[in-house]
């Protein structure tokens, strides 16, 4: 039997995440979207006068940052290159770190520009970008547009974790793996796969058999790293649980 990989991001990345699964393993592979959180755009941007950089860290934060301003004359430093590429379609000028956090922060350190700089940002958000650069002598303010609002875990997915079959878990921030290991019970097999060593030192290693890192902290890598997790996951068919 086929490991079924639980998706638990939010929409609109969860049901693009899992439209690629679908398309890059076949319509035979089995997918759970039980996302475990959603998006909820709830904040003002300040004025932005001041401001010579804007740091993006997330499509959402990007998506709220479009929304409250019509301004595409200053420059943005963009976590990853998704998240650059769809900064650059909504017209600002960006410059991508290609990575995770640490990437971005080290990025900026190195460019000319002296700031200030504004991070648009979740209520959640790992790396603690504003105060590392801050901290290094880069003015860097923060905005706080959008709230990540905890969704209750569906029925199908409580079943799936309280069962024997193993499960694949794509994590996308240390959030998320927060909020999937507050349910209980977990007898499932789990085999987790993190987005960037800061998600996987979040993972809880009792309550999983095999925690994987995709080689780039991008929705492409993920993908790449589920074979290999449907494979792991295939070896613990019938096992005890998650150890």
Known sequence: MTPRIIIT???????????????SLGQSQPILHSPLMRIVQDGT??????????IV????????????????????????DSTAASAREAGFRVISAAGDADALVSMILQNGCAG??????GEHAAGDVAARLSCAGRETREAV?????????????????????????????PRSVQLFFEIRPI???????AISPRAAAAIPE???RLIMVAERPDAEAMLASLPGAIAAAKQLEGGNGAK
Do not use: W
Not at 68 to 74: E, F, M, N, V, W
């Open 187 to 193: 007898r499932a097999p789990v085999v987790g796969i």
């Open 57 to 80: 860290t997330s499509g959402n934060g990007l998506a709220a940052l479009a929304a409250g301003t019509s301004r595409r004359d200053i420059p943005c430093f963009a976590v990853g």
């Open 206 to 208: 009792e309550h999983v």
């Open 145 to 173: 547009l959008y709230c990540q609002v905890p969704m209750a875990p569906s029925a199908e997915l409580r079943g799936l974790l309280e069962g024997r079959s193993p499960v694949v878990i794509p994590f996308f921030s």
């Open 116 to 121: 200030p700089f504004l991070h648009v940002r």
């Open 45 to 54: 941007l300040p004025d932005l006068s001041e401001i010579r950089a804007l």
């Open 9 to 23: 991001r939010p929409d609109p990345a969860g049901s693009a995440f899992a439209d690629q699964v679908r398309k």
